[in-house]
């Protein structure tokens, strides 16, 4: 007895201590109290720009107000020459294209289709005055806008049609000693109204962002950490991180929730494993659009209907557009969930030059690469906006149509309702070649989403990916997530197994029994 | 009367033995619970629970196997798992047809065999090749990632496939030997007397030779329990 009892000791003592020193120690998490600190203090400006006597006076032409800024910030000008908010395109290296130079002023999207030819309108999203075609003066830093990113007053405002230049009669005496560091409405001027109204391209970019809890965005929740864009979105010389893969290729000056996260950002060695295939988005996005609903598809091929002659618009409850004369059919979505693909920062786009192949559809208006194969790929959620538009039936390529203009019978989709029209007018300001035969084919485009983080306690769940069905990594094959991922023929042969193992085992118990009753017949 | 043989009591298991193999039943058990609920058959703890269960069930299960280890070098009980030839037709003669004709178990076991030819086999192949295939496979499993100076490291595995399949078809043949086991536990001189066995350390046999001693006497002593073991 005095045995067993010293062998349970010398066992039982060490495994209890060695589970124990094993256990994760509840270590707390004090880096997000550190974050919380340092982003709490706030943002005080070195200069009071109503202080300053070149800005104390009328102006009539906001060149002038730009003539202003850069006579004290000398290099700035052409610092945002070179910027992608300006040029609204990049130099990138991608496979199999090779060296590259796109973005907004060249590409398509599945949205509005591309600026080519609607200059005006679009381009009230510029960081300039006058780009109205091809003819704007990208080297003249004296058509920079500088009032629509660093405006403070909230009185700022650019003209719809006007090619970037503001409103007529704003008070730039006022406007002008009250600019600064940029803020919430400043990025949000242009980032939150992108395809033409309040969250319609993003899904996780809209004004509720101004007022919304932290249940919405942790990060700039009124009751969260009140960050502006800018305090996760630095800028050296202008040039920012952060990228949007509809119009970005490259790798590079991305942001990444690590630059204060860590990646060790969790107390739990598990799901600190998980960041290196696993996006921290993946987990804390769990749904994106939660307060207005972001446009999920888009069918041009319906544009142009008329009701007793007059074009014509349904709205859904909740004011939401489900039809329009100008732009076709759409379905809405709100407190999306995610789809999710690998990616591996690197992107390719259709480009209108570029051939549709017909066995590879829907087209993928943009290429986000990745895979579990690819090192550097890791797993984001992103919202996938699907939709109808138009193409060459011939030349089977994408079509730009002329959407805007400022007068009737230019060509202008959105003024005659004539599609030939505007078809052969946006590809005439291209120097394109269209057909002449138009059809609307199926187009699909990837916004990796980054925010709308929600806070930690609404992340998601184990469960939520590692279940045999349903989960939320389901349409990803080439990676085995264990409770979702199986192989059927050792299930199979699992099954199998334990199926003769069990009709063995019963076989031979009842053979026993029966030769076992038969023997204690014969004994009696 | 059919049976004339004597019963006599021998001590089979020792303590250290009883609590190695009730423990590691139990661990067994509880593996297989987890391990088919992380597989997703079922749901029972809740996919996070059951990893961490699993884990620690996992280091349990290898520091009872490495003091196992231990014990069967100084032992010598290692030697129980030498295999033999000798005997093997006839146990698998007596499993079967011998048993349903009430035949006299072929092999007669004794503190220094206390395992016929056919589990010298068997428990051979889990010791050295059974077990360390799935403690391998489920360290790879658990540390295919792993942390290291402020960055997650990768030990290189192309993908989890490979591993997450072996340690799944090692489960499955698990259970199957679990199964088998179970009902042979029922094979001995009486339906209970293996199990007792493994709780108590003393079995029941039927001494079919009376030249033997009737009965063995030993205590917990190793020592005494050995002599007693070489004098059969």
């Known amino acids: 007895m005095k045995n067993i009892l010293a062998f349970f000791l010398s066992v039982i003592v060490p495994l209890v201590i060695i589970t124990l020193v094993l256990r994760d120690a509840g270590k707390e998490n004090t880096l997000l109290a550190e974050l919380r600190e340092e982003y709490s203090r706030p943002h005080v400006p070195s200069v009071d720009h109503s202080k300053h006597e070149v800005l104390q ?56 289709t591309g600026i080519a ?49 503001p409103v007529p009669g704003l008070d730039f005496r006022t406007i002008v000693q009250r600019v600064g560091r940029p803020q919430k409405d400043n990025c949000g001027y242009c980032h939150f109204h992108g395809g033409g109204g309040n969250n319609v391209k993003h899904g996780d970019l809209e004004m509720a962002l101004l007022t919304a809890s932290r249940e919405v965005d942790v990060h700039m929740g009124v009751d969260g950490g009140r960050l502006e864009c800018v305090d996760c979105h630095t800028a050296t010389n202008h040039q920012m991180l952060g990228r949007y893969y509809g119009v970005s290729s490259d790798n590079t000056q991305r942001l990444h929730c690590e630059q204060c996260h860590t990646s060790f950002p969790h107390t739990n060695r598990k799901l600190n494993e998980h960041t290196i295939k696993v996006a921290c988005q993946t987990c804390h996005i769990p749904h994106y659009a939660k307060v207005n609903a972001t446009k999920m598809y888009w069918d041009w091929s319906t544009a142009t209907r008329r009701d007793e002659g007059l074009p014509y618009q349904v709205l859904d409850t909740l004011g939401n557009e489900l039809y329009t004369s100008i732009k076709g059919d ?95 007018t946006g590809m005439e300001y291209l120097n394109l070649t269209y057909s002449g035969g138009h059809d609307f084919i199926e187009t699909e485009m990837f916004l990796p989403l980054n ?25 990803l094959d080439d990676v085995y997530i264990p409770g979702q991922s199986r192989s059927a023929a050792i299930d199979y042969f699992g099954v199998l197994l334990l199926i003769t193992a069990l009709g063995g085992v019963v076989t031979h118990a009842t053979a026993r029994y029966i030769t076992f009753a038969r023997r204690k017949v014969r004994t009696i | 009367m059919l049976h004339m043989d004597n019963e006599i009591r021998v001590y089979i298991y020792r303590g250290y033995e009883r609590f190695w193999h009730w423990t590691q039943a139990f661990l067994i058990f509880f593996l297989a619970i987890t391990g088919f609920e992380i597989h997703g058959s079922f749901s029972l703890f809740g996919f996070e629970q059951a990893v961490d269960l699993h884990n620690k069930a996992a280091w349990a299960l290898i ?10 070098f100084t032992t010598g009980e290692w030697r129980q798992y030498l295999p033999t030839t000798q005997n093997l037709k006839a146990q698998l003669e007596y499993y079967v047809t011998g048993i349903f004709r009430n035949a006299p178990h072929p092999t007669r076991k004794t503190l220094i065999s206390k395992l016929n030819p056919l589990q010298r086999l068997v428990y051979l192949g889990l010791k050295i090749l059974f077990i360390p295939v799935m403690v391998m496979s489920g360290l790879v499993y658990m540390f295919y990632r792993y942390p290291k ?33 179970v009902y042979l536990i029922t ?26 001693p009737s009965a063995i006497e030993a205590d917990d002593k190793p020592s005494s329990s050995e002599e007693a073991g070489k004098t059969t």
């Not at chain 1, 806008?145 to 719809?160: E, P, T, V, W």
């Not at chain 1, 193409?391 to 230019?410: F, G, R």
């Not at chain 1, 925010?451 to 349409?475: E, T």
């Open chain 1, 330 to 424: 759409f379905h809405w979505a709100q407190n999306a969930v995610p789809e999710y693909y690998w990616f591996n920062g690197t992107a390719d786009h259709h480009l209108l030059t570029d051939i549709i192949d017909l066995d590879d559809l829907p087209v993928k208006i943009n290429t986000l690469f990745g895979g579990y194969h690819d090192p550097g790929a890791r797993i984001y959620p992103m919202k996938v906006h699907r939709g109808k538009q138009p193409y060459d039936t011939h030349y089977m390529t994408i079509i730009q149509p002329k959407l805007w203009d400022a007068e009737v019978n230019k060509g202008a989709l959105w003024v005659d309702l004539d599609w030939e029209a505007a078809l052969r």
């Open chain 2, 63 to 72: 520091i009872l196997i490495i003091f196992t280890i231990f014990w069967h």
């Open chain 1, 451 to 475: 925010h709308m983080v929600s806070p930690s306690g609404q992340a998601l769940a184990c469960s939520d990916c590692h279940v045999r069905s349903g989960g939320r990594l389901a349409s």
């Open chain 2, 149 to 181: 100076d402020g960055a997650i490291e990768s030990l290189g595995l192309a993908d989890l496939h490979g591993i997450a399949y072996i340690h799944t078809l090692g489960a499955y043949i698990m259970l199957a030997f679990v199964l088998v086991h």
């Open chain 2, 187 to 212: 094979t001995g001189h009486t339906l209970t007397s293996n199990l007792r066995a493994m709780i108590t350390g003393w079995e029941e046999l039927t001494d079919h030779d009376n030249d033997k």
């Open chain 1, 117 to 165: 030819s609607n200059e005006g309108t679009c381009n009230r999203c510029h960081i300039g005055y006058g780009w109205r075609d091809g003819s704007f003066d990208f080297s003249n830093q004296y058509n920079i806008d500088c009032l629509i990113c660093h405006d403070n007053s909230g009185m700022y405002d650019k003209a719809r049609g006007g090619a970037g230049y």
């Open chain 1, 57 to 112: 006076r009328d102006f009539d032409n906001p060149h002038e107000i730009t003539a202003a800024c850069l006579s004290c910030h000398t290099e700035r000008g052409s610092e945002v020459l070179g910027n992608a908010h300006w040029n609204w395109e990049r130099a990138a290296y991608i496979e199999g294209r090779g060296v590259t130079y796109l973005g907004k002023k060249n590409l398509i999207n599945n949205f509005c």
